[in-house]
């Protein structure tokens, strides 16, 4: 829409209030709302401010005057409001300057796909993301000076087997969650609702389903989009989830690993680039793909150790990402094999269907900035022809200790995937995409708000360890 057909979908709608939202550094959405009589022309251009100081990442208390500016294009009804509301996501602006903000995470992946355009290697970058997350019955957690604990719950868990009273006894077994059909999938009608909330707002459904681990683990998986309205629409896809799970008095979580034993959550991601309406990524290649899409995969496996620090940006990630029959940890590119960080999909034959899915990302991302900087990642390998090496086709998780050694493998911590991007980072500054202020920001939000602070409180488990040491 535009925003003269925004000012007239509102009025059909009977909008009471606006409400907008942007999204943070580190990747949640804020929001603040206005009355529908703010709601004009002059909004869409001149945007309506507000203190930037709290908000995670941003300005300091001394320069924290910023702006909203509402996309017309994202206008929707809020399917969660008593009150009518309009719901638009905004980009954030200098109200001195007129400037975009340099750390507004949609404007970065506005200049990622801008920074495309201009190479001339390509015009649009398709992403696919498959987002897995947990619908739990309760979530409770605590840290304080003498204590730490946390407490998660579902009544469909196979820790539930046992508890006493009505108790049906239809719970999927650790690593069995994978397509069982009700009663063992007790999530399916919530997953229906959160599909037909989506697809009243615009975003196209492929699937649903229960995933592989016990306790009410599910996925739903968007219809391929162009980079930002793919990053839009991933945040108003866990909008809706979390809403949807409250309606119900349950709660969702995309924290990456919530559950001992058992697997955690990712968010396979597809990805693809097009120019004047053409795929660029088939060919005659291996596995039908280009050479443009090889060097594309050379990119990725070559800068995987940076792009961890945004594409897996948790303490928690790495308690999913680590070695064994879970996550793709292991470097390597092939057709079909999920064992590899980058698979091929071969379920069509068609040029249009031919694609890359990156498999180590998990849904903890800020996904503005997760897809920014992977396309930054392919675009630099076109531009060097960075080879990928050969593909494996070999289970991945079944090789020998020789063989295995000389396979590259994903960081195996936060601390890791930092010091990695502080070391390589030059590819995400071209183009002034990502800006040195922005990497600075992020590396030390890291450091002192989420590593030193995990790494200076003792862990429930060091208990049971050492204290009767």
Known sequence: MTAK???????????????????????????????????TESLFKDGNGFDGSSIRGWQAINNSDMLVVPDPKTAIIDPFC??????????IMDPITRESYSRDPRYIAK?????????????????????????LDSARFDQTANSGYYFINSEEG??????E??????????????????????????????????????????????????????EIDMRF????????????????????????????????????????????????IWKDGKPLFAGNEYAGISKMCLY????????????????????????????????????AYSNRNRSASIRIPMYSPSPKAKRIEVRFPDPACNPYLAFAAMLMAGIDGIENKIDPGKPIEKDLYDLEPEEAAKIRTMPGSLDQAISNLEADHAFLLKGGVFTPDVLETWISWKKTKEMDPMRLRPHPYEFFLYYDA
């Open 296 to 331: 594309y995969i050379g990119g990725i496996l070559k800068h995987a150790h940076a792009l961890a620090a945004f594409t897996n940006p948790t303490t928690n990630s790495y308690k999913r990402l680590t070695p064994g029959f879970e996550a793709p940890v292991n470097l």
């Open 158 to 163: 196979i820790w539930e087997s046992g508890k």
């Open 111 to 135: 200049k990622a796909e801008a920074y495309l355009t201009k190479s001339k290697i390509g015009d649009t970058s398709y992403f696919g993301p498959e987002a897995e997350f947990f619908i």
């Open 225 to 272: 989009d162009s980079l930002v309205t793919m990053a839009d629409k991933v945040m108003l896809y866990k909008y809706i989830c979390k809403n949807v799970a409250k309606r119900h008095g349950k709660t969702v979580t995309f924290m990456p690993k919530p559950i001992f034993g058992d697997n955690g959550s990712g968010m396979h991601t597809h990805q693809s």
């Open 165 to 218: 009273g009505i108790n049906s006894g239809y719970k999927p077994r650790h690593k069995e969650g994978y397509f069982p059909v009700p009663p063992t999938d007790s999530q399916q009608d919530i997953r229906s609702e959160m599909i037909l909330e989506m697809e009243k707002a615009g975003i196209v459904i492929e699937k649903h389903h229960h995933e592989v681990a016990t306790a009410g683990q599910a």
């Open 5 to 39: 057909e925004v000012l007239e979908f509102a009025k059909k709608n009977k909008v009471q209030v606006v409400d907008l939202k942007f999204v943070d550094l580190l990747g949640t959405w804020q929001h603040f709302t206005i009355p529908t009589s703010e709601l």
């Open 82 to 91: 008593q009150v009518a509301t309009l719901s638009m996501v905004c980009d």
